[in-house]
C-alpha cells in the first residue's frame, strides 16, 4: 500500500479510486497460487493504464484473466510471447509490454472481491480448516464438499478430545446417504491415507493424528 508522510500527522493511506496489484495483495495476505487461480479464472477483473494519444489523460482498461495470469507468471507478457490461442487484446498492441506493475485494480472490484470471495474464504476458515484442498506429507488431495464436511467433523472431535468416531455419525455429519464410509470416499483412492480404522473397535474411524496436527497450526 502507498503510504505518505504529512508533516505534523501521522501515516495516512489515501483513498484511490484504484491501486497496485501488489499492494491490494498485501493487504489481503493471499497465497501467490490462489492469487493467481482467482485472476487466470476472471473471479478478479484487472486493469492496466491505456494512454491516449494527442497528449490525453490515460484510461483504465481491462484486461481478460488467461492474460493477467501469463504477467502473474511470468513477470511480464507481450504480444510475442502470447500462446498461439490467445488473442492479443488491444491494450496489449498498444504498450507492447505489460508488467506485474501495471496491473491495476479498480475499488469497486476491490471492494466486491472483498464482501464476496474473501469475506466467503473467512467464513470458511473461521469454522476450521479447508479439507476440500489441501497438501500433507508432499501429497495433494482434492476432497468433495461432503467428504470434506466428514474430514472437518473428524477433526473437531480430535480436537475435542474424542479422535475416534463411528461411521454412522460420520456420515451423518457429512449428510451422506452412503451406508459405508468406504462408499462416500469412492471417488478418492487415497482418502484412508488419512483416515485410519480405530484399533479393536469395528466400524470406528480416526483422523490421522499428524494431520491433526498439521491443521492446526
Known amino acids: 500500500m502507498h503510504e505518505h508522510w504529512v508533516w505534523g500527522f501521522e501515516m495516512i493511506r489515501l483513498q484511490k479510486s484504484y491501486y497496485e496489484l501488489g499492494e491490494v495483495a498485501q493487504d489481503w495476505g493471499l497465497a501467490g497460487a490462489d492469487l493467481r487461480y482467482l485472476i487466470a479464472n476472471d473471479l478478479i477483473r484487472l486493469c492496466v ?5 494527442d497528449g490525453q489523460a490515460a484510461r483504465l482498461v ?8 501469463l504477467v ?7 504480444v510475442d510471447t502470447l500462446p498461439g490461442h490467445v488473442m492479443a487484446p488491444a491494450v496489449l498492441r498498444a504498450l507492447s509490454v505489460i508488467t506485474v506493475d501495471d496491473l491495476l485494480i479498480r475499488q469497486s472490484e476491490r ?22 484442498r489441501f497438501e500433507f506429507e508432499s501429497v495433494a488431495y482434492d476432497f468433495t464438499d461432503m467428504q470434506a464436511s466428514a474430514l472437518q467433523f473428524l477433526f473437531r472431535a480430535a480436537r475435542a478430545g474424542e479422535p475416534e468416531q463411528h461411521y454412522h455419525d460420520i456420515l451423518r455429519a457429512a449428510s451422506s446417504s452412503s451406508l459405508k464410509l468406504a462408499h462416500l470416499f469412492s471417488t478418492r483412492r487415497t482418502w484412508t491415507q488419512i483416515v485410519h480404522r480405530s484399533k ?14 498439521a491443521m492446526t497450526r
Open 200 to 213: 479393536g473397535r469395528r466400524g470406528w474411524y480416526v483422523l490421522n493424528p499428524p494431520l491433526v496436527v
Open 111 to 132: 471492494t466486491r472481491v472483498e464482501k464476496s470471495i474473501l469475506n466467503d474464504a473467512r467464513q470458511i476458515a473461521s469454522q476450521g480448516p479447508d479439507f476440500r
Open 49 to 53: 493504464r491505456q494512454p491516449y494519444g
Open 62 to 69: 481491462e484486461i481478460a484473466g488467461d492474460v493477467a495470469g
Open 72 to 78: 502473474l507468471r511470468h513477470g511480464q507478457c507481450s
